[in-house]
């Protein structure tokens, strides 16, 4: 007789809508339970996608006390038990004093979430969707085409962590934001389209600015300083496959694989001319944040190191790679529209911001990530057999699909000229060698065999050169002094590992501290920087950074990045101490011929300023300290 009330009861107070899409079980619910459960439910309805309001398909719905403490719904078919928990909330919330709008919230999320598992599996199976899969996170395996990583490392910056359960969970809990959160076309724009598109249907929602956050990390001979760059798509000119020359180890010998974005200065009209903008084109590369003094090659095969996707000014990577590192990069351009790009933007931020992965030199390296980001960012290219393992392998395959034009790169003078090509700088030592010898009798044969002289040797010819073959011998010393910085850092690396004692003590003649709680403390500074959504830690919010998010997140950029500087200050000064006096006395003696030479350089008549001459700043006055390792430095040699 009760269940007959119920019943009746519910076929009084339920509206037309509501009549054709749901039933409700009432068994043990006072009237007044049942009316509230009948305006949960139409407040849930009412929220859904038309076809499912219109669906002739009939869901049922039950509150149960005997679902686990942590779950709210479940789903079995076309019967959804709901948590008797959320209903107590609901009639509770005002007498409790909490907002009405969040216990509401609660339970009407419940049931949106598993009304989608509902249509999901009743025959929609969107979650099982390619598209999907490759937005959530669920990767595509490159050694094993067809299968995708049994995990998820698009961790960060998640709006309830259930979504990374399974693929099933994702489609849910995802629906259930796209529905009932105004701000989810702005914070996951992509999925949002995807959603729109699958349910044919979107909710009203806020207006989002045209604008994609990156946080930019600027390492240099100052010790690191980082912000959040508002980059507007309509900036970005192109997209070009930026590729390392390989070297000689072997975590390097195949090359980087990096994108390089052609970003046109403010202001300027977007054409052509924007490749002459190099100071504000940015590079997005995967690397490994590798946390030890000498990075491990065990580690980096087997995944132990986490795996970041980096964003980077240009002149910064050049200088990494043809200065230090002196290996070449190419830059290829890609045949993408302006669609395209600004998907693909939106994908590497969203990734800059949530994505954790992890590296492994074989089968999650650069290129393998590389690739996957192209493949997720750009729908065009899912189609295309594009896995790689290798950086040679993915330009091949990009120029064999007609997405990779090569033919900038045919004239190399060419390509030098409008920056298609960086050479090594070893090359430019020889020319700048070259323009030296012409005015003096220089006593080596070349670049490299000057700058192994003693650094004593070659002060005397400092002193005979002309204002041309000046200029040329800065930038030889200064390639001088690079090299024996890279000698110093080495030399501090062997004795910080040599033995457990020398990693705590104290620097040999004082220094102020230990070098390696300085150093450890700038991999900790540096591990925030490197990981964006780190820099939000306190605050509510998922995907990409709204407004006030953004705020936070560049006072506490700005703050790690002004800890680095301090901390490479005092880094320095203790590593100082710890190199050999041999050592010592070389970098004084270095540091010495290049404040002779700028010197000379400003007396000269109309030459102010020495640091544009070779792109340095703050040359002279840092030549003398001996270098940290760079072992904060977000990199991995591939």
């Known amino acids: 007789m009760r269940r007959w009330l119920a019943a009746l009861l519910l076929v009084l107070v339920q509206g037309p809508l509501a009549a054709s899409a749901w039933t409700l079980d009432g068994e043990g619910l006072t009237a007044h339970e049942v009316a509230a459960s009948q305006a949960l439910l139409e407040a849930a309805f009412a929220r859904m996608p038309p076809a499912w309001r219109d669906a002739p398909r009939t869901i049922d719905f039950a509150w149960s006390a005997t679902l686990p403490r942590d779950v709210h719904g479940r789903a079995r078919g076309s019967r959804v038990l709901l948590a008797r928990s959320l209903l107590d909330d609901w009639l509770a919330a005002p007498q409790r004093g909490s907002t009405t709008a969040d216990a509401q919230r609660a339970a009407i999320a419940t049931v949106l979430h598993e009304v989608a598992h509902v249509h999901d599996r009743g025959g929609g199976h969107w979650s099982r969707e390619p598209r999907l899969l490759d937005l959530a996170g669920w990767q595509r395996r490159t050694l094993t085409p067809g299968l995708r990583t049994r995990a998820n490392a698009v961790v960060d910056r998640s709006p309830d962590r259930r979504e990374l359960a399974s693929p099933a969970e994702f489609w849910a809990v995802n629906v259930e934001h796209f529905l009932l959160d105004p701000t989810y076309r702005c914070r996951r724009p992509a999925l949002h389209r995807h959603l729109a598109g699958r349910l044919g249907w979107s909710p009203a929602g806020a207006a989002c600015g045209p604008e994609i956050p990156f946080v930019v990390v600027h390492a240099g001979s100052t010790g690191g300083a980082a912000s959040v760059l508002m980059l507007a798509p309509s900036r970005v000119q192109a997209v070009d496959y930026l590729l390392a020359d390989g070297d000689g180890p072997p975590l390097s010998r195949w090359g980087h694989a990096m994108l ?10 977007a054409g052509a001319d924007c490749r002459l903008d190099l100071q504000h084109h940015l590079v997005l590369s995967f690397r490994a944040f590798v946390d030890d003094v000498q990075p491990s090659s065990w580690r980096g095969l087997t995944g132990g190191y986490p795996s970041r996707l980096y964003a980077l000014p240009l002149d910064q990577v050049i200088d990494e790679y043809t200065k230090v590192e002196l290996r070449g990069l190419r830059s290829i351009p890609l045949r993408l529209d302006a669609g ?69 790169l045919a004239d190399p003078a060419r390509a030098r000229r409008l920056g298609y090509r960086f050479e090594p700088a070893n090359a430019q030592y020889d020319a700048m060698f070259a323009v030296a010898r012409s005015g003096l009798a220089l006593p080596a044969a070349d670049a490299a065999a000057w700058m192994r002289m003693p650094p004593d040797a070659r002060t005397p010819w400092l002193d005979r050169a002309g204002l041309r073959a000046s200029a040329a011998l800065l930038l030889l010393e200064e390639a001088a002094l690079r090299h024996e910085q890279a000698g110093a850092r080495d030399e501090l ?61 560049e006072q506490a950029a700005r703050a790690h990045g002004a800890g680095l500087v301090r901390l ?51 040359t002279v006055p840092a030549t003398s300290r001996a270098p940290p390792p760079a072992a904060w430095r977000p990199s991995w040699r591939s």
């Open 568 to 618: 490479d200050a005092l880094l320095r000064t203790q590593a100082r101490d710890w190199i050999t006096p041999a050592r010592r006395a070389r970098l004084d003696a270095i540091g010495s011929n290049l404040a002779r030479i700028a010197r000379r350089l400003r007396a000269a008549p109309g030459i102010a300023d020495v640091d544009g001459v070779a792109r340095h700043g703050q």
């Open 260 to 269: 390089r974005l052609v970003v046109c200065a403010p202001g300027r009209k």
């Open 493 to 553: 690396k062997q004795r910080l590992l040599g033995s457990h004692r020398a990693r705590h003590a104290a620097a040999p003649t004082g220094g102020g501290g230990g070098v390696a709680p300085t150093l450890a403390a700038m991999r900790a500074e540096a591990g925030q920087l490197a990981r964006p959504a780190s820099l939000l830690a306190g605050m509510d919010g998922y995907g990409l950074p709204q407004a006030a998010e953004r705020a936070w997140a």
């Open 340 to 408: 395209e790009i600004s998907g693909l933007l939106e994908r590497a931020a969203q990734l800059h911001w949530a994505y954790d992965g992890r590296y492994r030199f074989i089968t999650n390296n650069c290129a393998v990530e590389t690739w996957r980001l192209l493949h997720a960012g750009i729908p065009r290219l899912a189609n295309a057999d594009l896995a790689s393992t290798t950086p040679g392998g993915l330009l091949r395959r990009l120029r064999d699909h007609g997405i990779a034009d090569l033919l900038p």
